[in-house]
């Protein structure tokens, strides 16, 4: 199973066509950025087929996306403060790339409480460098579960399409939960 990753703005810049597998909906980051490790990422059918189109009539050496670094900077914090503005909330004008990144460690963390999983998941090399995304924001209120058991493949499979979520097998029964 493909895992989740997150990609930083500048890796996604230098995505081109020979990294995409279109067969397989997967993009590999051959090019990290801050030495990060290569990593690879599952898309959905709407991104491959928008990113498809984009890539049809281009060169499979070039960049999918033609934007410099500061442009797409500049259109994001230009949309961002368009934003802002119409919906009258200053905070967003917090939310930098950045942002997302920490979210997405964050929200990940919370989830699986396995640290390792989120360094995998922003490629860091350094254990160190994953703490300084995860804030440990207390989520008690959502810890609580409810826990089913599943004796035959019916049960399991009506289960999973509940959103339960598989933790282990028991006397040759699978174990399920999901938050309340």
């Keep these: 199973m493909m895992k989740e990753t997150a990609f930083r703005p500048g890796e996604v810049q230098l995505i081109t066509p020979l990294d995409i597998d279109f067969e397989r909906g997967i993009v590999t980051l051959n ?3 801050k030495r990060s490790r290569p990593r690879q990422a599952k898309l959905s059918d709407k991104l ?9 009539n281009k060169s499979s050496e070039n960049p999918i996306w033609y ?14 403060k368009q934003l802002a503005k119409k919906l009258d909330n200053p905070n967003f004008m917090k939310i930098t790339f950045k942002t997302f990144r920490h979210w997405k460690a964050t929200i990940e963390y919370h989830r699986t409480k396995d640290i390792l999983h989120v360094k995998r998941l922003l490629g860091h090399k350094r254990i160190e460098n994953t ?12 810890d609580q579960f409810t826990v089913k058991v599943a004796s035959t493949l019916d049960e399991f499979t009506t289960l999973l399409e509940q959103g339960f979520e598989y933790i282990s097998d028991y ?5 399920l939960r999901k938050r309340k």
């Design 31 to 33: 090019k990290p950025l």
């Design 48 to 56: 491959l087929a928008m990113i498809n189109r984009l890539v049809s």
């Design 67 to 80: 934007l410099d670094y500061n442009t797409m900077h500049r259109t994001y914090y230009t949309k961002r």
């Design 131 to 142: 703490l300084i995304y995860t804030h440990l924001v207390d989520f008690e209120e959502d």
């Design 171 to 175: 006397q040759d029964k699978k174990i």
